[in-house]
């Protein structure tokens, strides 16, 4: 559930205008919240890939509880793909400050991904979702 959460949050603030567009008041939470983005962006980017290794090491629920892996692996995806273009600017500064080559290809990667920000965002509220009502159905059941 816990990445369910933070998947929503992580979307919300990646889509600040779908927000905005429902709540305008809602511009000095996200006013806020912008200097901490980066840093908000690297630690999802990190456990979304924490959950793609998760997913990829409990491989045999694909067999016992398909479901289930593929909802952890869809959020993990979409949140490690958030996390990247949020947190694009630190990761560049401290991973990649020393090699040219190396912020090219980043810069290229979050180029190709920017352009899908938006759905990626929308995407990430509805797999949020569904992974807080699968957690509920699956640790009842």
């Not at 924490?50 to 952890?72: C, K, M, N």
């Not at 949020?86 to 401290?94: E, M, S, V, W």
Request: aromatic share 12%.
């Amino acid at each position: 559930m816990i990445y369910g959460i933070s998947l929503i949050l992580l979307s919300v603030i990646a889509v600040p205008s779908l927000l905005l567009s429902r709540k305008p008041d809602a511009k000095e939470v996200l006013e806020k919240v912008a200097p901490y983005q980066g840093w908000i962006g690297i630690v999802c980017c990190f456990w979304g890939l924490w959950g793609i290794i998760q997913a990829v090491l409990h491989i045999g629920w694909l067999t016992s509880a398909p479901v289930w892996f593929l909802t952890l692996l869809a959020g993990s995806v979409v949140e490690a793909g958030l996390g990247f273009l949020l947190g694009f600017p630190l990761i560049n500064k401290f991973f990649a400050s020393n090699n040219t080559g190396t912020q090219e290809k980043a810069a290229l990667l979050r180029t190709k991904v920017a352009a899908r920000q938006g759905q990626l965002g929308i995407l990430g509220i509805l797999v949020g979702i569904w992974m807080i009502v699968a957690s509920f159905l699956w640790s009842v059941a």
